[in-house]
């Protein structure tokens, strides 16, 4: 077996509409100076990083049993449509429950969402492995 790790850089001035399909790897995707109209992860048992640009586009995670870290800039509006598996989905204070229960299915958006300028919609459908959001 060879340990073999990609380094693919893309350009910031173009926008993305991206597809990522990942297996049981260690994954860190630093997106944060791209341009992106949509994002579509399928994350497997793998542990991923994902960090994510400013700007107004749609986000679909489908989550399996290995962690998901997602970096958000810090005064980014967000609203989180989730669906629930058997993992721990944790977010920082700026989110609030919108609809739905705390432990189940929900929809979460940050405090500033609706003045903000730059939105991020998120629809997630969780697996056993947990998701964490973070700010930066």
């Known amino acids: 077996w060879i340990d073999t790790a990609w380094a693919i850089s893309l350009n910031p ?21 791209l341009k992106l109209s ?14 994510l640009p400013g700007g107004n586009y749609k986000v679909a995670l489908d989550s399996g049993s290995g962690s998901l870290t997602i970096s958000l800039p810090e005064d980014i509006g967000a609203r989180i449509i989730y669906g629930h598996g058997s993992g721990h ?3 920082p204070a700026v989110f609030k429950l919108e609809s739905g229960e705390v432990n189940d299915d929900g929809v979460w958006k940050t405090a500033n969402f609706d003045s903000a300028a730059e939105q991020i919609f998120f629809m997630i459908d ?7 959001f973070t700010l930066r």
Do not use: C, E, K, P
């Open 126 to 132: 969780q697996g056993s492995g947990s998701i964490n």
């Open 13 to 33: 001035a173009v926008t993305y509409d991206l597809r990522m399909d990942t297996g049981s790897g260690q994954n860190n995707f630093d997106l944060s100076q």
């Open 38 to 51: 949509n994002l579509a992860l399928d994350a497997g048992s793998g542990s991923t990083r994902l960090d």
């Open 89 to 91: 989905l944790g977010l």
